[in-house]
């Protein structure tokens, strides 16, 4: 039994301001151990469950937050921030289950702890097939190239809620009730841990009777941005169709094409940031 975790850190109990999760100090320390926490929950849960094999892939900002020497299970931790597959970088189809560990909602909805879409500089809202995501429903995508189901999503209330149309039989793990953007009330941490450990276990118990996400092919992203020369800069992509004065989609029938155009696009969008 096979196990993939990609992780955030937005979503994880305790965090709630960025100094905690892109900072250099005794707060992104904390934060960092915090996320180490719920990750290696997760960890033992699966093992509990008999699974035998862990890939964590660092899906947070300069993607190296953790000592990959901490994590349980002996697992194989991707890190780096120059990654093809970014917050999916590893997956593939010898898989059996995926954890979202940590992730938020997005930029566009209700009130989310540090809500943002992959970038907050760049993308307002991200919809597919109409619906609006988070990252998780994005990423999604991947997983479904891959034919991997999503087991278990951690994070908050907004998290649960849009991951739901997509991943609906996913176990949703609320570890804190965000209140504003930078306030939330977060369960203990031994709590959160414990919830995401007995989280993990069923989702390894369940995962073959998971269902893939639920994305009709051929599928479509929208994507809206910041400012029109950042959907400018988005159209120089082969496969991104410019559709208004600050938004773009991708269409395509293979999951995995359209992450991959998604993932050129932040990557250009993040660097020129409209300069």
């Known amino acids: 039994m096979k196990v993939y975790i990609s992780f955030d850190m937005e979503g994880v109990s305790g965090i709630v301001d960025w100094e905690q999760c892109t900072g250099s100090g005794p707060a992104v320390s904390m934060g960092q151990e915090l996320t180490l926490a719920e990750i290696n929950a997760a960890i033992d849960g699966a093992l509990t469950a008999g699974a035998t094999e862990f890939v964590v892939n660092d899906a947070h900002y300069r993607m190296q937050n953790l000592d990959p020497r901490l994590l349980h299970g002996d697992a194989t931790y991707i890190s780096g921030a120059h990654k093809p597959g970014y917050m999916m970088e590893g997956l593939s189809a010898d898989f059996d289950v995926i954890f979202f560990i940590g992730y938020h909602g997005s930029i566009s909805g209700v009130p989310s702890v540090m809500s943002h879409s992959y970038s ?35 994070g908050d209330c907004a998290t649960a809620e849009q991951a739901k149309p997509i991943m609906g039989q996913a176990i949703m793990v609320q570890v804190k009730d965000s209140i504003t953007r930078f306030a939330a009330s977060n369960l203990h941490p031994h709590r959160a841990h414990k919830l995401i450990a007995e989280a993990a276990e069923r989702a390894v118990e369940m995962a073959a009777t998971i269902a893939l996400p639920a994305i009709e092919l051929p599928a479509t992203i929208t994507m809206s941005f910041q400012t029109a020369d950042q959907a400018e800069l988005a159209s120089w992509i082969a496969g991104v169709e410019r559709t208004e004065l600050r938004s773009c989609t991708i269409h395509g029938q293979d999951p995995l094409a359209l992450y991959r155009t998604f993932v050129g696009v932040c990557y250009l969008t993040r660097q020129a940031q409209g300069r």
Do not use: C, K, Q, W
Request: glycine residues 14%; without cysteine; aromatic residues 2%.
């Open 120 to 154: 907050p500089s760049v993308f307002t809202e991200l919809r597919v097939n109409g619906i609006e995501v988070g990252e998780s429903g994005v990423n999604a995508l991947a997983a479904l190239g891959h034919r991997v189901p999503i087991g278990l999503i951690s």
